[in-house]
């Protein structure tokens, strides 16, 4: 795609993420798409702190410009310094998310004090108050959800909705909703599961998310044909163009991503798969923040070394400890990860592994997944079926949709206060991994197909009718904005 003329090059695209990881990345990732592919100027704005730990990770030559928007954590009754809810217990992430409705004044007055008015501005899930400031300077506005459609879509229908609190029942259906036949209770995340409707949660995620709904549209980090259902909720509850335009290229952001504390030199860890057999390795990593409770943590080791299958275990301390903390013997089988190791059979990562080189190993089998949506993106690309275990925010709903509308799934266990046993680990293993005659090979088989589809969506080719979706909807995307901007000009004369 290279439609960059003079022209769109004075363009300027706003984006404005939340202060988290799972959102600054995939901003980032877009932000570099939106430069490198299409030409526009981009500015990204945030808090200070979060601003400034990007900087030394934007790629050379970059013509993105950060803006910082004047933010102290201390004014909100958080700790000094706090800007990102990597640094924060969840208590007070949500406090975090009150505190950026500060933003406000101070992102009016930049996009008052620019030069020339942004061609758009692309913005958060939770800032739906961008909608009325983009309005009132008569800007294209579009929220860009970095989750796919069919998780959102649920985690939208739930806040906006909250069924959970209109019935006793442990099973209710989306008034909104009626494609998903059921949720259960055990699918909520822990926040949901205890909202009132007046709790700051409720009060927080009703008005935001109900805001972006009046957006001009919205980008979803997706695939058409691999998430109909979620895409089909957003065209009907906002009446609004949607686009799927994922996945947005990771690989751009590496540096930005890899400022974590390896676990291990990629290196070592890549040796450790070319010693083992084809397809013979289970990956098991809970993401960038989640972890699971301590029983549960002595359960899957039980399990796993039961199982007798080699695996790559990225293991972080139980809740209640310090996350990024040591690992304490007494959390494991009694010589667990001396015996894993003595026999070749399992390696024990701290803090932080090299995801995409594992998934895309030919060795590496089968992810044993929280399934966020990066990480589903990431496995499914390289063609490698999940395992799943839900702990937290969409990620029940992604489950959802991995067992059973794409059929590359199966839950092992669900959020991280649930009692699991060993016997479960097992037995979900032997089915996705023994099983390469039945449930396993066509969940394989299934996997590879939506890889060809991933693959399909973003292809490049000059041709018109080559062109994946992804990209003939980012394209889409910016000729409706380009549009209303002729538009908004010729009202103005
Ligand atoms: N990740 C990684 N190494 C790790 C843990 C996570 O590279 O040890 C990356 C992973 O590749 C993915 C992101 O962190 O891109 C996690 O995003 P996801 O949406 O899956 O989950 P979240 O961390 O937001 O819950």
Same mark, same amino acid.
């Given at each position: 795609m290279n439609r960059s003329s003079m022209a769109q090059r004075q363009e300027n695209v706003i984006l404005f993420p939340f202060m988290a990881q799972g959102h600054l990345i995939p901003y980032l990732a877009l932000a570099l798409e939106i430069e490198k592919k299409l030409g526009y100027t981009v500015t990204f704005v945030n808090t200070p702190l979060n601003i400034q730990k990007l900087r030394p990770s934007l790629p050379p030559n970059t013509s993105i410009r950060l803006i910082e928007l004047p933010f102290s954590s201390s004014d909100h009754n958080l700790p000094p310094n706090s800007e990102n809810t990597d640094v924060l217990p969840y208590p007070l992430i949500i406090r975090l998310l009150e505190s950026s409705l500060s933003l406000k004044p101070s992102f009016i007055s930049l996009i008052h004090n620019l030069t020339h008015p942004p061609l758009c501005i692309i913005a958060d899930m939770f800032f739906g108050w961008t909608v009325d400031i983009a309005r009132d300077f008569g800007i294209f506005h579009s929220v860009f959800l970095s989750g796919g459609a069919y998780g959102m879509a649920i985690y939208y229908s739930i806040w906006l909705n909250q069924p959970q609190l209109k019935t006793d029942s442990d099973e209710f259906s989306l008034p909104d909703f009626p494609q998903i036949f059921r949720i259960h209770r055990s699918q909520l995340a822990n926040n949901a599961a205890e909202a009132t409707g007046t709790d700051s949660w409720s009060v927080f995620y009703k008005t935001e998310l109900a805001l972006t709904l009046k957006s001009d549209g919205f980008l979803i980090n997706t695939v058409e044909d691999l998430d109909l259902i979620g895409l089909d909720y957003f065209r009907r509850k906002t009446g609004k163009p949607v686009w799927a335009i994922g996945p947005v290229n990771y690989s751009l952001t590496y540096k930005a991503r890899s400022n974590k504390v390896a676990g291990i030199n990629p290196d070592l860890c890549i040796e450790w798969l070319d010693n083992h057999q084809e397809d013979s390795v289970l990956y098991i990593s809970f993401g960038s923040q989640n972890t699971i409770s301590s029983s549960q943590l002595m359960e899957l080791a039980i399990g796993l070394e039961k199982s007798g299958k080699n695996f790559i275990w990225v293991i972080r301390p139980p809740i209640?400890?310090?996350?990024?903390? #040591? *690992? $304490?013997?007494?959390?494991?089988?009694?010589?667990?990860?001396?015996?894993?190791?003595?026999?070749? $059979?399992?390696?024990?990562?701290?803090?932080?592994?090299?995801?995409?080189?594992?998934?895309?190993?030919?060795?590496?089998?089968?992810?044993?997944?929280?399934?966020?949506?990066?990480? *589903?993106?990431?496995?499914?690309?390289?063609?490698?079926?999940?395992?799943?275990?839900?702990?937290?925010?969409?990620?029940?709903?992604?489950?959802?949709?991995?067992?059973? #509308?794409?059929?590359?799934?199966? #839950?092992?266990?669900?959020?991280?206060?649930? #009692?699991?046993?060993?016997?479960?680990?097992?037995?979900?293993?032997?089915?996705?991994?023994?099983?390469?005659?039945?449930?396993?090979?066509?969940?394989?088989?299934?996997a590879c197909e939506v890889r060809e589809m991933i693959k399909d969506a973003i292809k490049e080719d000059d041709e018109a009718s080559f062109k994946g979706s992804s990209v003939k909807a980012m394209e889409e995307f910016f000729d409706k904005a380009l549009l209303m901007r002729k538009k908004t000009k010729m009202d103005d004369q």
């Open positions: 209640g400890f310090d996350i990024n903390g #040591e *690992i $304490r013997s007494e959390w494991l089988p009694k010589g667990f990860e001396e015996r894993m190791r003595e026999k070749n $059979r399992g390696l024990l990562v701290r803090k932080w592994a090299p995801q995409l080189e594992i998934l895309s190993h030919k060795s590496t089998s089968v992810f044993l997944s929280h399934c966020g949506w990066n990480s *589903i993106l990431e496995s499914l690309s390289f063609g490698v079926p999940i395992i799943g275990w839900p702990i937290a925010a969409d990620q029940f709903n992604n489950v959802k949709l991995l067992e059973e #509308e794409i059929r590359v799934c199966v #839950e092992v266990a669900r959020g991280n206060r649930s #009692e699991i046993k060993h016997e479960d680990v097992m037995r979900v293993i032997d089915l996705v991994m023994n099983n390469r005659k039945g449930k396993g090979e066509e969940m394989k088989k299934k």
